[in-house]
């Protein structure tokens, strides 16, 4: 069995990561997940939520935004719409993102076009300010 998870995990503008990891956790639509070294071949599509990953005891935390998560023979693919490192997040661009996205729905019903849109963009500033909060308590 291996000892380490061989990650990469790419953006459609870039490849963000690409690591040797001991551990991974991530958030799929049916729910989060953790993954060791030794995982039997799992896929799942990822929603919009936070992603961590451990290197020799120390935690990186991401935000990331829709994708697919793939292992085969300790070989993880993170293929997601955006991935962002919790020290390169703009809280404050993150916060304004939030007030615009509640107050959008506001004047909105389940039934506007706009609605998912919206929630979609309330979730994504609400996962990016609390994956961003981690790194300012390292």
């Known amino acids: ?3 380490s998870l061989k990650l990469t995990l ?3 503008y870039k490849k963000v990561l690409e690591e040797d ?3 991974i956790t991530a958030t799929g639509s049916l729910g989060e997940f953790g ?4 995982h039997a071949p799992f896929l799942s599509s990822l929603k919009i ?3 961590t990953y451990k290197i020799g005891g120390k935690v990186e935390h991401m935000a990331v935004n829709w994708g697919y998560f793939e292992i085969e023979d300790d070989k993880v693919t993170v293929l997601v719409e955006t991935a962002e490192m919790a020290q390169d997040i703009d809280v404050e661009r993150a916060k304004a993102a939030e007030k615009r996205a ?3 729905l506001k004047k909105l019903t389940p039934e506007d076009k706009s609605y998912k849109i919206m929630e979609a963009a309330l979730e ?3 996962i990016r300010v609390q994956v961003a909060s981690k790194a300012a308590r390292k």
Request: hydrophobic share 45%.
């Open 35 to 38: 993954i060791l070294p030794g």
């Open 124 to 126: 994504r500033a609400l």
């Open 21 to 23: 990891v001991d551990e």
């Open 1 to 3: 069995m291996a000892e």
């Open 49 to 51: 939520g936070e992603f």
């Open 10 to 12: 790419v953006t459609p």
């Open 102 to 104: 509640e107050e959008a």
